[in-house]
C-alpha cells in the first residue's frame, strides 16, 4: 500500500524560531493534508492542498504541495508554546468510481522551549 | 454546534472478546470514518460510511466492522479482540464522501490485556 515518510520524527526547538517538517511519498496523491493533533483530543485540520506547487499559509503556518505531487511541506513560523503537539501529513488519493486511499504519516512531535 | 462525541472514551477489554464502540457526528454530516492509532503504525483508515452505506474501506481483517444508522450515527464493532487491538479509535465527520475537511472526535481509548 502506499506509505508517507515524515521526519523528523520530533523536534525541540526554542520559541521564536521557525519550524519545518516534511513528508514524502513515491506515491502521487490528489491533496495533501496536515493535521495538529493535542494530547487527548482528536486532530484537526490545518491546511489542505489540492493543486501541484500551490503554495497555502494560515496564520503563520505554510504549507506546499509538491511539483510531483509526491511530497508536502508545512512550515511554521515564530513558533509559540501553543504550537506544542503532533503534527500529521496525510495523502489523499482518488482511485474512481468514488474510492479513495488516505494515508497518514507516522508524526512530527514538536516541543517548544519557552 | 456540538462536535463529534465518541462514546465511551476508555475501554478494557480481555483477548477474545468483542468490543463496540460508537461515534455521534457533527448535526448534519452523513459521513463517519474510523481511524485506528498507535504508537507504532501510527494512524490508520479503516472505512468510511455515508448514509448507511460502507464507500471506502482500508487494509484491516474482516473482525473490524462497521455500521451506520439513519441518524448518521455510527458503531465500530472489533471481535475476538487481540493484543495488538489496543489503540485509540478516532472517529471523524464530514458533510461527504471523502471530504478532506473532516471534524474527529476525541477518540475511545481501547486496552487489551
Known amino acids: 500500500g502506499q506509505q508517507l515518510n515524515q521526519s523528523p520524527q520530533s523536534m525541540f526547538i526554542q520559541e521564536g524560531e521557525d519550524v519545518s517538517m516534511n513528508c514524502t511519498s513515491s506515491?502521487?496523491?490528489?491533496?495533501w493534508l496536515w493535521y495538529k493533533q493535542d494530547p487527548g483530543e482528536g486532530p484537526v485540520l490545518l491546511i489542505a492542498?489540492?493543486?501541484?506547487?500551490e503554495l497555502t499559509s494560515n496564520g503563520r503556518l505554510t504549507a506546499q504541495f509538491g511539483i510531483t505531487r509526491k511530497d508536502s511541506f508545512l512550515n511554521i513560523s515564530a513558533s509559540i508554546p501553543s504550537d506544542v503537539g503532533i503534527y500529521f501529513c496525510a495523502g489523499l488519493a482518488w482511485s474512481g468510481a468514488g474510492s479513495y486511499q488516505l494515508t497518514f504519516g507516522k508524526g512530527t512531535k514538536l516541543s517548544v522551549i519557552p | 454546534k456540538a462536535g463529534v462525541t465518541q462514546t465511551p472514551r476508555y475501554l478494557i477489554k480481555t483477548r477474545g472478546q468483542q468490543v463496540t464502540l460508537s461515534c455521534s457526528p457533527i448535526?448534519?454530516?452523513?459521513?463517519v470514518s474510523w481511524y485506528q492509532q498507535t504508537p507504532g503504525q501510527g494512524l490508520q483508515f479503516l472505512f468510511e460510511?455515508?448514509?448507511?452505506?460502507?464507500?471506502n474501506k482500508g487494509n484491516f481483517p474482516g473482525r473490524f466492522s462497521g455500521r451506520q444508522f439513519s441518524n448518521s450515527r455510527s458503531e465500530m464493532n472489533v471481535s475476538t479482540l487481540e493484543l495488538g487491538d489496543s489503540a485509540l479509535y478516532l472517529c471523524?465527520?464530514?458533510?461527504?464522501?471523502?471530504?478532506?475537511?473532516?471534524?474527529f472526535g476525541p477518540g475511545t481509548r481501547l486496552l487489551v490485556l
Open positions: 492542498l489540492y493543486k501541484a506547487g
Open positions: 448535526s448534519g454530516h452523513r459521513s
Open positions: 471523524a465527520s464530514s458533510s461527504g464522501v471523502g471530504q478532506e475537511t473532516q471534524y
Open positions: 460510511y455515508f448514509s448507511e452505506t460502507q464507500r
Open positions: 506515491s502521487i496523491f490528489n491533496t
